[in-house]
């Protein structure tokens, strides 16, 4: 049985890779941060008790601040194939706190380079790598573009990116960058654009709210399903051989364009409920982003499969449900929490 180590097993990308590999018979063990109150809604339902027969999931607290406890983790699981996932990722945030972001986002993964390097396990290492890192890069982005990032996130990921192939190149490691273009799904955190719109607008549908703030409306995306990108993250490690890839749909939409889809869909007029609010954009914005995924799909034989359109529907379909639940609380007395109405 293999068995693989994932840091951010709690967030979008975790939840789902933690579901692959189990799906695949993989022992999974992941990485979450101890705080005050559990953040482990995305894996509730993969998550078995540890003395239970069978269990093929585990749970480690730790931080990748922490040097010494990552390397002691990484040797005591030896883990076949380490997925690093964990970053703070928000582009916005990362303005506000640049320093946290280069500790977390850049120096967390050579903290795990570190450690595989002086334990000297065996392993495959797959670091996620971020679309954001080509900034202002002109479209089509792909692996021989210029990075030219436009945010301390995306600065720090390109550090993240260029150390992972220095310890390939000067260790031998077996380590890769995926370079991930925007995947979206019902399980995306709700700060996020894609999710803050579906959840908006699945409550002002339900009369749980009335506007919706956004900043730039004009920025295009290249929005894939986060469950096939998994596949793909996958995919990199099974190869004889260390390599980057770009992973992407190869199309574009805006903002603007996303949340006119959504409000439509629930037979809304977006532009009666829809307002900007110049608090949301960035002091550098990335105008296009969009990928060219051609050597993924020659060497590693991967494709997309799920539409923009059905990934739409798909977000729509489960917020319209959290939707309604809220609406059946409200109506029993109960009051929203503020995560709920913030715009």
């Not at 795990?112 to 390097?117: A, D, G, V």
């Not at 002109?138 to 210029?146: A, I, N, R, S, V």
């Not at 890769?176 to 955190?189: A, V």
């Not at 096939?228 to 995919?235: H, S, T």
Request: proline share 4%; with cysteine; aromatic share 12%.
């Amino acid at each position: 049985m293999k068995k693989a180590f994932i840091t951010g097993i709690t967030g979008q990308d975790g939840s789902y890779l933690a579901e692959f590999l189990l799906n695949k018979g993989y022992e999974v063990h992941g990485l979450i941060r101890r705080s005050s109150t559990f953040n482990t809604d995305r894996i509730d339902h993969l998550y078995r008790d540890s003395h239970l027969p069978g269990t093929k999931l585990f749970l480690h607290y730790g931080d990748l601040s922490v040097s010494g406890q990552l390397m002691d983790m990484l040797a005591s699981i030896n883990p076949d194939e380490i997925y690093h996932l964990g970053a703070q990722s928000h582009v916005r945030v990362s303005f506000d706190m640049p320093e946290y972001t280069g500790d977390i986002t850049g120096l967390g993964t050579l903290r795990i380079l570190e450690s595989i390097r002086k334990t000297g396990i065996k392993t495959k290492f797959y670091q996620a790598s971020s679309s954001e890192m080509f900034g202002a890069a002109p479209p089509p982005q792909h692996e021989k573009t210029l990075f030219q990032p436009r945010s301390p996130y995306a600065a720090a990921k390109v550090y993240a990116y260029y150390i992972v192939q220095n310890y390939r190149d000067a260790y031998g490691l077996f380590a890769t960058n995926g370079i991930l273009f925007n995947h979206e799904s019902p399980r995306r955190g709700e700060t996020f654009v894609t999710r803050k719109i579906t959840r908006a607008a699945t409550q002002i549908k339900l009369g749980l709210r009335d506007k919706l703030y956004l900043g730039n409306l004009e920025a295009k995306r290249d929005w894939g399903f986060a469950g096939d990108f998994v596949e793909a993250m996958w995919l990199m490690l099974q190869q004889d051989k260390p390599d980057d890839y770009a992973i992407a749909t190869g199309e574009t939409h805006s903002v603007r364009e996303f949340a006119q889809r959504v409000f439509s869909k629930l037979d809304l007029d977006y532009s009666q409920y829809v307002a900007v609010d110049p608090r949301y954009f960035r002091p550098t914005e990335v105008d296009v982003l969009l990928g060219d995924a051609s050597k993924a799909k020659k060497a590693l034989k991967w494709e997309p499969k799920t539409s923009f359109d059905e990934l739409v529907d798909m977000m729509i379909a489960t917020d319209l449900e959290l939707a309604k639940k809220e609406k059946t609380l409200m109506d029993a007395g109960f009051t929203c929490t503020n995560s709920e109405r913030m715009g």
